[in-house]
Structure formats: C-alpha cells, structure tokens
C-alpha cells in the first residue's frame, strides 16, 4: 500500500511517519509540503533524526497524490487543510486529518474557537469525526483525527456518559499536557526558561478542543449543557493526563462503577483499565495506549476518572494509525507499539 503525507516535519508528522515507515502493510511514503514550489528539500534537512530515510519533501499536487497514493494522511497545523483538501473530498479519496479543520460539523463553531475561517459547510459534512474506540456506523473517506486533550476527556468519560450514571451539569475536566503538544514552533511558554519547575493555567474554557468535545458528548447525551474545561502546561515533553469530577446521578457502588468501565473496554487493545490504581503519564509514554483508573468518594458523592495518554501517539499519530487500520480492514494493532517506553 502506497500513502503519503502532508506535513511531516512537526512532531505528530515525526511520529506518523516513524510508525508508518514500520507499519506491515505499507509499502512506499511519499512526503509532500503545502508550501508549493518545486522539491528543494529532504525530511532530514528538517529532523536529522530520520537522516537515513532521504525522503524527498515534494510540492503539494493533488491530482499527483490521488494518482500515486492510497490514501492521504494531513499532519499539519490548524487552519492549512480546509484550503486544500475540496479536490480530495470531492473525489472521495481517503484522508486521515490530524489538523482540528474538519472535525466541527458547523463553521460557525470552527470560527469562534479557531478564529479562523471556516471550510465549507458542504465539504465539512463529508467528514467522519474519527474517536477509534468508537467508530461510526458508515464513516466516509475522510477521517477527522481528534485532537489531543478530546481523545483522554472523551475515553474517560464515554462509558458512564454513554450509559446515563451522570448528572449532566456537573462536569469538570482538568487536563495537563506536556510541551510537544503546541508543536515544533517556538514560542514563549514552550522555552525551557519559563516551563521549567513551572504550570501554567492556559485557555481556561477558551480551549480549542472543547467544541469537538461537547459535540461528540451530545451525540450520546444530548442533555449535557457544558462542561468545566482548563488546560495547563507542565514540564515534560509529551503526555496528557485528564482529571475528570463527576457527580453521579443515582447511588452506585464501586463494583458497578467498575463493571461499567470493563463492559466499554474490556475488547479494546488501546484502553487498559486500572481497578485498583490510577494512572500515570510515563505509563503510557511511547505508546498508543489510554490508561484510565476511577475513584468514587463517597463522603463527597464524587466520581473521579483519570485518563492518560501519550499526545503524539493516542492523541495524535497512533490514533491516525488506528484509523487507517479501521478504513483497510487490518488488524487493530498494525504499525502500532504494544508496549510504553518505560522507564
């Protein structure tokens, strides 16, 4: 199988081609910029790293792609797919987008939250929001990955959202990323000076990511108004860890609780449940797994989830391999590491 991919010198393009390049049923990358212009560079003048590969990084040509290409995998930022991918929609050709450009079925969301404009209403109908553990019935050719932060909150919260044991307007999500989440370009808060020994509280219910969120909660409830959402950066490169506050709608015990999670999850090969601990991100790290772990108080009737991951793999590139395997029929752990680097 041939494939390419658009944008493959930031972090989640580093990754998506690290796991594609060892991926069993792949068997050509090409690379592709979105700059234009003719090939003047290689993926190793970006990420010596990969100084081996000497792939070619070629113009952006979307009649060139469909021609010598199975499918498109998009791992660049916000804001640059929604020009450039109407020829690939239109000729139903498959896309996995990593970008959040095609993952809110209404422009009018995109826009307020992204503060960009919007592609067409049209072409953003013919995106299939893509959360693996939870494929939709008849997805379409194009695959909208979530985003990072949606990918811990969502797996922590479907199976006691999706079953009605909370109550619906006493949601609170408390997530930490690590740096690698806001990518390769530089920017003040990502400099070793100012998140060493540091957390920053950033996007406090301002997060771009919320809006996918809400989406796919009111899908299986639609009675949920918001959620409580922040966001802080904390000093590791990669991981995010989600703390999530529920108030449970009924009393339950702990067992029933537990079962709830092991009903969802049990089959899945990316989502290990904890019964008696809670995760930690460096269990997950270098890998696509979603740890996830509960405690009930019920001195204070609250329900607490916590759902790890790694942002560049579960919430990034290994979820998009995920994906991939789910359009091709493969094996659901195709291409994808079984085990976190760990210590």
Sequence with gaps: MHVAILGATG???????????????VDAI???????????RFLDDEVPAFFSAHLPILPFNPEEIMANNDLLFCATPAGVTKDLMEPFILADFPVIDLSGDFR????????????????????????????????EENPGKYIANPG?????????????????????????????SGVSGSGRKLSPSSQYNFINENVWLYKMNKHQHIPEIMQ?????????????????????TRGIMATIYLKPLKEYTNEQLLE??????????????????????????????????????????TITVVSVIDNLMKGAAGQAIQNFNLIWNLEPTSGLPTLPIFP
């Design 11 to 25: 972090y989640s393009g580093n990754v998506l081609f690290n796991l594609l390049a060892q991926h069993p049923n």
């Design 30 to 40: 090409k690379l592709y910029g979105h700059e234009g212009g003719k090939a003047s």
């Design 104 to 135: 809110l079925t209404d422009p009018a969301v995109y826009e307020k939250w992204y503060h960009k404009k919007a592609a067409p209403a049209g072409l953003l109908e013919k995106a299939t929001y893509g959360l693996a553990e939870f494929p």
């Design 148 to 176: 990072c932060y949606a990918t811990a909150t969502l797996l922590g919260l479907a199976p006691l959202v999706i079953e009605h044991m909370i109550q619906t307007n006493a949601i609170i999500v408390d997530a930490k």
């Design 216 to 236: 796919k909660l009111n899908e299986w409830d639609s009675h949920i108004p918001a959620i409580q959402f922040s966001t802080t950066l904390i000093p590791v």
């Design 260 to 301: 709830c999670f092991h009903q969802f999850y049990d089959d899945a090969p990316f989502v290990r449940f904890r019964d008696n601990d809670l995760p930690t991100i460096k269990e997950v790290a270098g890998s696509n797994f979603c740890d996830i772990g509960i405690n009930y108080n019920p001195v204070t009737n």
